[in-house]
């Protein structure tokens, strides 16, 4: 495009100096001649430096250098590997995701509270199946950073038998052929949880680096806690109301400033746990629970015990949940715990990723493998619908359709029921999870 401009501002000059020719002295011909010469040579000079300056920042962002990171989910039900590819610019200093690689296995580390040993080998049966040589040359892994960051999982366990997990898995670490450094275990604040997957998301869906108004907010359920995150304006009421919960973040060398809260707790498992327990004695494991089909009786562990759920003995004769007390168990447990911050409601893409994505994906909500938009009205819809129909291989889904809906509308988030939702597990095959902002994250900052 710069040549053929070039050529054509090049032909305007030699049309004009025709025309002028005519009837001209010699003098004002080598006049003219001297002058056209100059502009030639300026043009060409001019031309020679934008080629340059092109191929320049061709050649750097094509030939950015390539940098690897291993961020290791320990969840509450499951460890999960990230292996990321990127490509640093060398120009810009931006990264771009070439590719990873997501492995998981169950149950989570905290499930191994009294085994610490068993739960760090399996660190090492995650790595052997992971096949990273397929996303990290391994003349790369001695420069690759490596971080375990454990979530809700290991936050609810008592202090004593979570740094004994995290002790062995150190241990596990150290002799592994990556970058690890004293700081590479640790358990992760939930701030740091909610602004990660909020990176995640609005990375992945390129939403970064306009307006606040673009970005979309996140809301991560997971099975001990869930988080909220969003980027506030710079004229958000939150600023009186909520300070503590808002933090600077830089984003493409943007600064933002992210509303994040969590909400240990408020995962599924947990709340599932907590809303069961309800009227049984301490440290029983059956579990009696208006929000199970009297009809059913079903094992469940969780945090290394197993237990017996089934409905309640004088609900005999009925062939469905009674809706509404379950309802008043689930709003027991969630009311006066929740901030709503008035933000929310206003913005246009609202993602929901982990468990919101899988109990919509296993109701039928949205296709498992595509994803999709919903509405707030829906989950409700959904537990109105479990709640009459037993359905033994979904035990729990009255009582967890109804968890997730109170959690968004009133009583929770403040969302309204045509409000709508996103609910992707991936944007362009990749991962929804906080390991890729964590991972960013440990690039910039280091492990």
């Not at 690689?101 to 068993?118: N, R, T």
Request: proline fraction near 3%; aromatic fraction near 10%.
């Amino acid at each position: 495009m710069t040549k053929r401009k070039m050529v054509n501002y090049q032909r305007l000059a030699t049309s004009e100096k025709s025309n002028l020719g005519s009837g001209s002295n010699s003098s004002r011909r080598n006049a003219g001649s001297s002058e056209m010469t100059s502009q030639k040579k300026c043009i060409l000079v001019t031309g020679i430096l934008v080629t340059i300056t092109f191929l320049a920042g061709y050649a750097y962002n094509t030939m950015g250098e390539h940098v690897y990171a291993i961020v290791i989910d320990a969840g509450s039900t499951g460890t999960r590997l990230n292996a990321f590819n990127f490509k640093k610019s060398l120009l810009t200093g931006t990264y771009e995701l070439s590719n990873d690689l997501f492995v998981e296995i169950k149950p989570g580390l905290s499930s191994f509270a009294d085994d610490p040993k068993k739960g760090a080998a399996t660190i090492l049966e995650l790595l052997s199946h992971s096949k990273l040589q397929h996303v990290i040359p391994p003349s790369e892994w001695a420069n690759t950073p490596l971080a375990l960051k454990a979530t809700a999982g290991l936050r609810l366990l008592p202090e004593k038998q979570a740094n004994a997990i995290l002790d062995e898995v150190r241990s596990v670490l150290s002799d592994l052929p990556f970058f690890t450094n004293e700081n590479s275990v640790s358990i992760m604040e939930g701030v740091d949880e909610g602004i990660f997957s909020w990176f995640t998301i609005n990375f992945l869906s390129n939403s970064l680096g306009g307006s606040v108004k673009d970005t979309a907010a996140a809301i991560d359920m997971g099975g001990g806690s869930t988080q909220i995150t969003f980027a506030a304006e710079a004229s958000s009421p939150l600023w009186q109301t909520s300070k503590n919960f808002l933090h600077p973040v830089t984003a493409f060398h943007q600064n933002l400033t992210v509303y994040t809260h969590s909400y240990l707790g408020m995962g599924l498992m947990a709340a599932r746990m907590a809303i069961l327990s309800v009227g049984n004695k301490e440290g029983s494991t059956t579990l009696k629970s208006a929000c199970m089909h009297p009809i059913m009786k079903k094992p469940w562990t969780y945090n290394r015990v197993t237990y017996t759920v089934q409905g309640l003995d004088n609900a005999e004769g009925m062939s469905h949940i009674k809706e509404s007390v379950c309802q008043d168990l689930v709003r027991s447990y969630i009311k006066g715990k929740i901030d709503k911050p008035e933000e929310l409601k206003h913005h246009s893409k609202i993602n929901t990723i982990s468990y919101f994505f899988d109990r919509a994906t296993e109701f039928g909500l949205i296709d498992p493998f595509e994803g999709g938009r919903v509405q707030v009205k829906s989950f409700k819809e959904a537990a109105t619908y479990s709640c009459r129909n037993p359905n033994a291989d979904q035990p729990f889904m009255c009582l967890d359709m109804l968890f997730i809906h109170t959690l968004l509308t009133d009583d929770g988030f403040g969302l309204k029921e045509n409000s709508y939702l996103d609910l992707y597990k991936k944007i362009d095959n990749h991962e929804l999870s906080w390991a890729l902002g964590a991972a960013f994250h440990i690039l910039q900052n280091g492990v």
